[in-house]
């Protein structure tokens, strides 16, 4: 009888210091590592994605191709959305979708991570944020047996890349 009661002690006591969030709150704000400005080194040139706080349930971005040359291209907008206990990566990507947005939905996600997945979609079909540190993480983008991946960089002070 002891140890049955020992054990059932024992049980509550591990479920009461489990996380079933993986460590993290439920809520906009444990991915707000995401905001701010951030660049990453293509061979066309600089790619800088910005986010911003809308609201509790929007965090809102772009993201811009500064070209080798002087030329800045607009590549995509960007949201990051909660809808009841559910997260999308939202983009519209210019010249794209018939210039739509393309919703993709949260479908793992960590303290420092997510993924985002739209099986419809043709490419990407999956997209991954990996927070290495405060001041970097790569983005994944995957499907169609195809993989592209960035790393970024966080933008200390926010200023447009020099020109070459």
Do not use: C
Request: aromatic share 12%; no cysteine.
């Amino acid at each position: 009888m002891r140890s049955v009661l020992t054990l059932a002690i024992f049980s509550i006591l591990s479920l009461s210091f489990q996380d079933p969030k993986n460590g993290f709150e439920d809520k906009m704000s444990s991915f707000k590592w995401l905001i701010g400005t951030w660049v990453t080194n293509t061979k066309e040139g600089k790619v800088m994605e910005t986010w911003l706080p809308m609201n509790d349930s929007i965090y809102s971005g772009q993201s811009t191709l500064y070209k080798k040359t002087t030329e800045t291209v607009a590549l995509e907008t960007i949201q990051f959305v909660r809808r009841n206990k559910d997260y999308y990566f939202v983009t519209t990507v210019i010249g794209q979708n018939n210039n739509g947005p393309v919703e993709f939905k949260v479908t793992s996600r960590g303290k420092n991570s997510f993924t985002a997945e739209n099986k419809q979609h043709d490419f990407p079909k999956k997209i991954t944020y990996i927070l290495v540190n405060p001041d970097s993480f790569h983005s994944i983008l995957e499907g169609g047996g195809k993989k592209t991946e960035y790393h970024f960089t966080r933008v200390k002070k926010a200023t447009v890349p020099k020109q070459k």
